[in-house]
Protein backbone atom coordinates (compact mmCIF):
# COMPACT_ATOMS: atom_id res chain seq x y z
CA UNK A 1 0.00 0.00 0.00
CA UNK A 2 2.92 2.49 0.21
CA UNK A 3 4.72 1.41 -3.23
CA UNK A 4 4.46 4.99 -4.52
CA UNK A 5 7.14 5.97 -1.11
CA UNK A 6 8.85 3.05 -0.28
CA UNK A 7 10.13 -0.02 -3.02
CA UNK A 8 10.30 -3.52 -2.77
CA UNK A 9 14.05 -3.00 -3.63
CA UNK A 10 14.64 -0.30 -0.77
CA UNK A 11 13.30 -3.12 1.56
CA UNK A 12 15.29 -6.16 -0.07
CA UNK A 13 18.64 -3.57 0.55
CA UNK A 14 17.84 -3.00 3.59
CA UNK A 15 15.86 -6.27 5.66
CA UNK A 16 15.65 -4.55 8.74
CA UNK A 17 11.69 -5.74 9.31
CA UNK A 18 10.26 -8.76 10.07
CA UNK A 19 13.12 -9.51 12.57
CA UNK A 20 12.46 -9.35 16.07
CA UNK A 21 14.73 -8.80 19.29
CA UNK A 22 13.51 -9.23 22.87
CA UNK A 23 13.05 -4.92 23.12
CA UNK A 24 10.84 -5.12 20.29
CA UNK A 25 8.82 -8.40 20.27
CA UNK A 26 5.45 -6.66 21.52
CA UNK A 27 5.51 -5.09 17.94
CA UNK A 28 4.57 -8.81 16.81
CA UNK A 29 1.38 -8.36 14.80
CA UNK A 30 -1.94 -10.26 16.49
CA UNK A 31 -4.33 -12.27 15.01
CA UNK A 32 -8.26 -13.81 15.48
CA UNK A 33 -9.79 -17.08 15.81
CA UNK A 34 -10.64 -17.51 12.22
CA UNK A 35 -7.37 -15.97 10.72
CA UNK A 36 -5.50 -18.99 13.31
CA UNK A 37 -7.35 -21.45 12.12
CA UNK A 38 -6.77 -20.96 8.30
CA UNK A 39 -3.02 -20.16 9.37
CA UNK A 40 -3.33 -22.97 11.01
CA UNK A 41 -3.81 -25.25 7.66
CA UNK A 42 -1.25 -23.31 5.59
CA UNK A 43 1.59 -23.47 8.25
CA UNK A 44 1.46 -26.42 10.45
CA UNK A 45 4.55 -25.77 12.13
CA UNK A 46 4.29 -22.46 13.13
CA UNK A 47 3.00 -22.57 17.03
CA UNK A 48 0.37 -19.95 18.38
CA UNK A 49 -0.39 -18.70 21.79
CA UNK A 50 -3.61 -18.09 23.23
CA UNK A 51 -4.10 -14.39 24.80
CA UNK A 52 -6.65 -13.01 27.23
CA UNK A 53 -8.50 -11.01 24.79
CA UNK A 54 -9.11 -13.85 23.03
CA UNK A 55 -6.67 -12.95 19.99
CA UNK A 56 -3.73 -14.93 19.09
CA UNK A 57 -0.11 -14.31 19.25
CA UNK A 58 2.65 -16.16 17.58
CA UNK A 59 5.25 -18.34 18.81
CA UNK A 60 8.56 -16.85 18.36
CA UNK A 61 11.97 -18.88 18.67
CA UNK A 62 14.21 -17.88 21.80
CA UNK A 63 17.14 -16.53 19.71
CA UNK A 64 18.57 -13.67 20.24
CA UNK A 65 16.95 -12.10 16.72
CA UNK A 66 13.60 -13.68 16.55
CA UNK A 67 12.79 -13.79 12.53
CA UNK A 68 9.20 -13.82 11.98
CA UNK A 69 8.01 -17.33 10.60
CA UNK A 70 6.28 -16.12 7.69
CA UNK A 71 9.17 -14.88 6.61
CA UNK A 72 11.01 -16.28 3.33
CA UNK A 73 14.45 -15.26 2.65
CA UNK A 74 14.07 -15.78 -0.69
CA UNK A 75 10.50 -14.85 -1.36
CA UNK A 76 9.53 -12.49 1.32
CA UNK A 77 6.23 -12.60 3.49
CA UNK A 78 4.30 -15.88 2.63
CA UNK A 79 1.35 -14.73 3.75
CA UNK A 80 -1.74 -14.55 0.82
CA UNK A 81 -3.21 -10.78 0.98
CA UNK A 82 -6.30 -11.88 2.88
CA UNK A 83 -3.91 -13.29 6.35
CA UNK A 84 -1.34 -10.19 6.03
CA UNK A 85 -1.73 -8.54 9.27
CA UNK A 86 -2.98 -5.21 8.47
CA UNK A 87 0.37 -3.52 10.34
CA UNK A 88 2.22 -5.41 7.79
CA UNK A 89 0.48 -3.73 4.51
CA UNK A 90 0.85 -0.74 5.86
CA UNK A 91 4.20 -0.57 7.56
CA UNK A 92 6.13 1.30 8.40
CA UNK A 93 3.06 3.28 9.66
CA UNK A 94 0.91 1.68 12.05
CA UNK A 95 -2.38 2.42 13.96
CA UNK A 96 -1.64 2.30 17.73
CA UNK A 97 -4.22 3.31 20.78
CA UNK A 98 -3.49 5.86 22.42
CA UNK A 99 -5.80 6.32 25.38
CA UNK A 100 -9.43 5.84 24.22
CA UNK A 101 -8.33 7.12 20.34
CA UNK A 102 -6.97 4.90 17.56
CA UNK A 103 -4.26 6.76 15.78
CA UNK A 104 -1.96 6.23 12.65
CA UNK A 105 1.56 6.55 13.45
CA UNK A 106 5.06 6.57 11.71
CA UNK A 107 7.47 3.85 13.02
CA UNK A 108 11.03 5.77 13.81
CA UNK A 109 13.45 3.32 12.18
CA UNK A 110 12.73 3.30 9.20
CA UNK A 111 15.01 5.58 6.78
CA UNK A 112 13.31 5.65 3.66
CA UNK A 113 9.78 6.65 4.96
CA UNK A 114 11.26 9.39 7.38
CA UNK A 115 12.68 11.00 4.22
CA UNK A 116 9.36 12.49 3.99
CA UNK A 117 7.63 14.81 6.13
CA UNK A 118 4.87 13.92 8.59
CA UNK A 119 2.50 16.65 6.41
CA UNK A 120 3.51 14.56 3.53
CA UNK A 121 2.34 10.99 5.22
CA UNK A 122 -0.62 12.62 6.26
CA UNK A 123 -1.66 13.55 2.46
CA UNK A 124 -0.48 10.50 1.55
CA UNK A 125 -2.55 8.56 3.71
CA UNK A 126 -5.27 10.40 3.25
CA UNK A 127 -5.49 10.17 -0.64
CA UNK A 128 -4.14 6.82 -0.65
CA UNK A 129 -7.48 5.66 1.41
CA UNK A 130 -4.97 4.26 3.99
CA UNK A 131 -6.90 6.72 6.43
CA UNK A 132 -10.20 5.30 5.56
CA UNK A 133 -8.78 1.47 5.57
CA UNK A 134 -7.35 2.13 9.21
CA UNK A 135 -10.26 3.80 10.83
CA UNK A 136 -12.01 0.41 10.22
CA UNK A 137 -9.42 -1.71 10.85
CA UNK A 138 -9.24 -0.25 14.28
CA UNK A 139 -13.06 -0.45 14.51
CA UNK A 140 -13.62 -3.93 13.94
CA UNK A 141 -10.16 -5.44 15.27
CA UNK A 142 -9.63 -3.22 18.65
CA UNK A 143 -7.98 -5.70 20.61
CA UNK A 144 -4.87 -5.89 17.83
CA UNK A 145 -3.83 -2.18 18.52
CA UNK A 146 -0.83 -2.25 20.02
CA UNK A 147 -0.16 0.90 23.05
CA UNK A 148 1.03 4.07 21.37
CA UNK A 149 4.37 4.83 22.32
CA UNK A 150 6.35 8.28 22.45
CA UNK A 151 8.80 6.97 19.62
CA UNK A 152 6.17 7.11 17.12
CA UNK A 153 5.15 10.18 15.69
CA UNK A 154 1.59 10.60 15.13
CA UNK A 155 0.40 10.96 11.96
CA UNK A 156 -2.84 11.48 12.57
CA UNK A 157 -6.10 10.78 14.36
CA UNK A 158 -8.37 8.25 12.96
CA UNK A 159 -10.80 7.64 15.91
CA UNK A 160 -12.29 10.00 18.34
CA UNK A 161 -13.00 7.64 21.53
S1 LIG B 1 13.12 -0.30 7.64
FE1 LIG B 1 11.99 0.57 5.91
S2 LIG B 1 13.24 0.13 4.09
FE2 LIG B 1 13.96 -1.19 5.76
S3 LIG B 1 12.86 -3.12 5.45
FE3 LIG B 1 11.71 -1.89 6.92
S4 LIG B 1 10.19 -0.76 5.73
FE4 LIG B 1 11.76 -1.52 4.31
S1 LIG C 1 3.73 -11.38 8.62
FE1 LIG C 1 4.97 -11.02 6.78
S2 LIG C 1 5.29 -8.81 6.66
FE2 LIG C 1 4.54 -9.29 8.73
S3 LIG C 1 6.40 -9.54 9.97
FE3 LIG C 1 5.88 -11.57 9.19
S4 LIG C 1 6.99 -11.83 7.26
FE4 LIG C 1 7.01 -9.64 7.82
Redesign the pocket.
Known sequence: MLSKLLSKTDCALCKY??EFDKDDAWE??LFNETEVKELRFLFPDVGFESLENGYYSVILSSEPLMV?P??SREK????PEEL??FD?KI?PLRVMRKEKTAVLVLEPYCKIINRYSIEELRQFAIESGITERAKEYALNESPKLKEYREEFEIVIRLTSQ
Open positions: CCFPCFLGCLLKPCW
